[in-house]
């Protein structure tokens, strides 16, 4: 089992910046890959951005692509999302997920961008007023 905790959602204006961090706990080991998905309001969930923990590698989704930067710290397994230039379409609430794919270690880092994930945080809201 791997548990997740976010935090460093809240408010900002359109333009501002927020990171936010999830750190995992548990078996941490197994996660090769972890991502940031969020849901807004009556929208399906989105892929944000993910990581393929064991090389860095990243990628995003079109629409936060040059904004939002992945990045993790191993030492204190942590994973950050920068997120940049806010726009108001990105209010939403913010999710950290991680797996294990063995397909990632064969195939590569970028499987994680079409992995399914079985462990989730509780979610962090960000949200982007104009």
């Known amino acids: 089992q791997v548990q997740l905790v976010e935090s460093g959602g809240g408010s900002v204006q359109d333009g501002g910046s927020l990171r936010l961090s999830c750190a995992a706990s548990?078996?941490?080991?197994?996660?090769?890959?972890m991502a940031w998905f969020r849901q807004a309001p009556g929208k399906e969930r989105e892929r944000v951005a993910v990581?393929?923990?064991?090389?860095?590698?990243?990628y995003y989704a079109d629409s936060v692509k040059g904004r939002f930067t992945i990045s993790q710290d191993n030492a204190k397994n942590t994973v950050y999302l920068q997120m940049n230039s806010l726009k108001p379409e990105d209010t939403a609430m913010y999710y950290c997920?991680?797996?294990?794919?063995?397909?990632?270690?064969?195939?590569?880092?970028?499987?994680?961008?079409?992995?399914?994930?079985?462990?989730w945080g509780q979610g962090t809201q960000v949200t982007v007023s104009s």
């Open positions: 997920a991680a797996d294990g794919p063995p397909e990632a270690t064969i195939l590569g880092g970028a499987y994680c961008y079409i992995a399914s994930y079985n462990y």
């Open positions: 548990g078996y941490t080991h197994i996660s090769n890959c």
């Open positions: 990581i393929y923990t064991r090389g860095g590698t990243s």
